[in-house]
């Protein structure tokens, strides 16, 4: 007798079915088709426990593995589709968030947002706007803190190289040792636990390479990064071909590469590389008309930053910045600014808000007032000659207003007169600023700008 004549009859077909469901994947029909093989059989040959009983129970768990693997596979695929979707909207965010910060660098560095309004930097603005529509490599020279990388910023983002990358680099901070492998880059493998690693150079492919303070490159350097401009390619450290390059080289330095030239410190070849277009950045004590522009840009700026709302200069702080000769430039200008702004009680800064460098050489504190008389002699004290400084600073701050100079000082005026007459040596009214004919008037000794500047303290 064969094993299929020993088969109840429909038991095959059942079977068949059964694994017709189970190729389908349709586990819940195929468990209720093999529990009704197993009752077939069983009515068959009740009590009988042989190898095809076996049999209808192995693929009973088979079917119940295949049921609960096919769940985790599914529940496996519905996160992975749940984090494949989060990251198509982080990459579409990435994007929209990318282009916004681009655009917001191009009108931060567009030729109109610099404050400049002198005729030396008018004209430097116009060449630089000038030469962004170009790829010609441009030196950017000037005293430190005038400015260099932001100029080169508007050559980037104002010209057609805008889109591309805009690589800024401080020669000074990279070493001999690691110059080729940080401007060149360096295949894996070439030391020990080594990535490969694109360079300076080849990342700035199709945008702006910013090498900065390049007069303090060594002379080995300096021959690599001509080789580079006049071969268009770069080989990475442990590289058997180059890779070609497409960059517009932009440079600053506030040294006199003429001078460094003669002394054998700079290459020819190279300055004559890098200089196809000159901008000489003037220090800001020769673009005075830009001081207060530039003060009241950074004051808005902090203040916002700080939280403190709107603030202004009081005219002897304004006289006061106008008058320094800002050695450090911008970038000491802002350092003051953020400063005064940090350090001021008040929504307005005044001149005793400002540092003691730029107090001491502001004319407003240096300018005689009769009233006062000549200054104390050393001998006299030390705290009478600061009080004499604070009532003088406080009547150039208010343009000679007794009134609201005692309020300043937080005295009354009486006082304030006491004082004056103790420090002027019997003298108590100032010539040109007469005494209050009512208690509701006054004819102050004021400059010509207004009464802006002498708004009492809070």
């Given at each position: 007798?064969?094993?299929?004549?020993?088969?109840?009859?429909?038991?095959?077909?059942?079977?068949?079915?059964?694994?017709?469901?189970?190729?389908?994947?349709?586990?819940?029909?195929?468990?209720?088709?093999?529990?009704?093989?197993?009752?077939?059989?069983?009515?068959?040959?009740?009590?009988?426990?042989?190898?095809?009983?076996?049999?209808?129970?192995?693929?009973?768990?088979?079917?119940?593995?295949?049921?609960?693997?096919?769940?985790?596979?599914?529940?496996?695929?519905?996160?992975?589709?749940?984090?494949?979707?989060?990251?198509?909207?982080?990459?579409?965010?990435?994007?929209?968030?990318?282009s916004a910060l681009k655009q917001q660098l191009r009108q931060r560095f567009s030729v109109g947002k610099v404050i400049g309004t002198s005729p030396k930097m008018a004209n430097i603005l116009r060449l630089a706007?000038?030469?962004?529509?170009?790829?010609?490599?441009?030196?950017?020279?000037?005293?430190?803190?005038?400015?260099?990388?932001?100029?080169?910023?508007?050559?980037?983002?104002?010209?057609?190289?805008?889109?591309?990358?805009?690589?800024?680099?401080?020669?000074?901070?990279?070493?001999?040792?690691?110059?080729?492998?940080?401007?060149?880059?360096?295949?894996?493998?070439?030391?020990?636990?080594?990535?490969?690693?694109?360079?300076?150079?080849?990342?700035?492919?199709?945008?702006?390479?910013?090498?900065?303070?390049?007069?303090?490159?060594?002379?080995?350097?300096?021959?690599?990064?001509?080789?580079?401009?006049?071969?268009?390619?770069?080989?990475?450290?442990?590289?058997?071909?180059?890779?070609?390059?497409?960059?517009?080289?932009?440079?600053?330095?506030?040294?006199?590469?003429?001078?460094?030239?003669?002394?054998?410190?700079?290459?020819?070849?190279?300055?004559?590389?890098?200089?196809?277009?000159?901008?000489?950045?003037?220090?800001?004590?020769?673009?005075?008309?830009?001081?207060?522009?530039?003060?009241?840009?950074?004051?808005?700026?902090f203040a916002h930053g700080m939280g403190r709302g709107r603030m202004t200069f009081s005219r002897a702080a304004r006289e006061a910045l106008r008058e320094y000769p800002w050695p450090g430039n911008i970038r000491e200008l802002e350092n003051e600014v953020e400063r005064a702004v940090a350090l001021a009680y008040s929504s307005k800064i005044y001149l005793d808000d400002?540092?003691?460098?730029?107090?001491?050489?502001?004319?407003?504190?240096?300018?005689?007032?009769?009233?006062?008389?000549?200054?104390?002699?050393?001998?006299?004290?030390?705290?009478?000659?600061?009080?004499?400084?604070?009532?003088?600073?406080?009547?150039?701050?208010?343009?000679?207003?007794?009134?609201?100079?005692?309020?300043?000082?937080?005295?009354?005026?009486?006082?304030?007169?006491?004082?004056?007459?103790?420090?002027?040596?019997?003298?108590?009214?100032?010539?040109?600023?007469?005494?209050?004919?009512?208690?509701?008037?006054?004819?102050?000794?004021?400059?010509?700008?207004?009464?802006?500047?002498?708004?009492?303290?809070?």
């Amino acid at each position: 007798m064969t094993l299929l004549s020993a088969l109840p009859p429909g038991l095959v077909h059942k079977l068949a079915h059964f694994s017709t469901l189970v190729s389908q994947g349709d586990y819940t029909n195929a468990m209720t088709v093999l529990g009704g093989c197993k009752r077939l059989f069983e009515a068959v040959q009740p009590g009988c426990r042989n190898e095809l009983l076996v049999l209808f129970e192995k693929l009973e768990l088979m079917v119940l593995g295949l049921r609960q693997r096919e769940k985790l596979l599914g529940e496996a695929v519905e996160r992975l589709d749940a984090s494949h979707s989060e990251l198509r909207n982080l990459e579409l965010r990435l994007k929209r968030e990318n282009s916004a910060l681009k655009q917001q660098l191009r009108q931060r560095f567009s030729v109109g947002k610099v404050i400049g309004t002198s005729p030396k930097m008018a004209n430097i603005l116009r060449l630089a706007q000038r030469v962004a529509e170009t790829t010609v490599n441009v030196l950017i020279t000037g005293e430190t803190g005038t400015g260099k990388e932001m100029v080169a910023k508007v050559v980037h983002y104002s010209g057609q190289r805008r889109h591309g990358p805009f690589m800024a680099v401080n020669c000074t901070a990279v070493p001999d040792t690691l110059f080729e492998s940080e401007f060149f880059g360096i295949e894996k493998g070439v030391a020990t636990g080594v990535e490969k690693r694109r360079g300076l150079i080849e990342g700035s492919t199709g945008g702006t390479l910013f090498l900065d303070e390049i007069g303090d490159m060594s002379l080995a350097t300096q021959a690599k990064i001509l080789r580079v401009l006049e071969l268009g390619e770069v080989t990475p450290v442990g590289a058997r071909e180059p890779v070609p390059v497409d960059i517009r080289l932009v440079c600053a330095t506030n040294r006199d590469l003429d001078r460094d030239m003669e002394d054998g410190r700079f290459r020819r070849d190279l300055y004559y590389r890098i200089k196809v277009v000159h901008l000489d950045l003037p220090p800001l004590r020769e673009r005075r008309d830009d001081i207060l522009l530039l003060a009241e840009s950074f004051l808005t700026g902090f203040a916002h930053g700080m939280g403190r709302g709107r603030m202004t200069f009081s005219r002897a702080a304004r006289e006061a910045l106008r008058e320094y000769p800002w050695p450090g430039n911008i970038r000491e200008l802002e350092n003051e600014v953020e400063r005064a702004v940090a350090l001021a009680y008040s929504s307005k800064i005044y001149l005793d808000d400002l540092s003691e460098d730029i107090r001491r050489k502001s004319s407003a504190v240096h300018r005689t007032d009769p009233a006062l008389g000549p200054a104390p002699h050393p001998a006299s004290g030390r705290l009478k000659r600061l009080e004499r400084d604070a009532i003088l600073s406080c009547l150039a701050e208010c343009g000679g207003n007794r009134t609201k100079a005692a309020k300043m000082l937080g005295i009354s005026r009486e006082s304030l007169r006491r004082k004056l007459k103790s420090n002027g040596e019997g003298a108590d009214e100032a010539p040109g600023m007469a005494a209050p004919a009512t208690g509701t008037s006054e004819v102050t000794g004021a400059a010509p700008g207004g009464p802006e500047a002498g708004e009492p303290r809070p």
